[in-house]
């Protein structure tokens, strides 16, 4: 139970992160954590005209002094988007669609992967953003 209640921190705490980058490169948050019985949206933002709906995967890990661009595409082999996997992106094209029919008709949409790799000691945080992830079928 504990390592779950972690776990569950460092996700809220990654969303949160992620929302304030998205905030601070001129996106409005729209909604957070749209929730429907087959699956979550972390985040919907909106910059101008077009809507984000994004998912976001947290992991922590050494940053320490280490300049962003030291954080390769791969963590120890592993690189957080993988978690979003086909089934993960069905379940989301499907809470997608139904925010979707709440919107004009002429909205314009586009679902994207946010990692962030926090390092809890140094507490700095790195936010990497994959734009335009094809949902899939």
Not at 107 to 115: K, N, P, Y
């Amino acid at each position: 139970m504990k390592e779950h209640l972690r776990k569950a921190q460092i996700g809220k705490l990654g969303e949160d992160l992620a929302s304030r980058y998205l905030v601070s490169i001129g996106f409005l948050i729209e909604r957070r954590n749209y929730w429907r019985p087959y699956g979550e949206i972390d985040v919907i933002a909106r910059k101008g005209d077009k809507f984000h709906f994004c998912e976001v995967k947290t992991v922590t890990c050494e940053i320490g002094d280490a300049p962003p661009t030291l954080i390769s595409q791969k963590t120890d082999n592993w690189s957080p988007e993988e978690n979003v996997h086909p089934l993960k992106l069905w379940r989301l094209s499907r809470v997608i669609q139904t925010y979707v029919l709440s919107l004009p008709e002429s909205a314009d949409w586009q679902f994207d992967v946010i990692a962030v790799f926090l390092d809890q000691e140094t507490k700095k945080a790195i936010v990497r953003i994959t734009e335009d992830v094809t949902l899939g079928e």
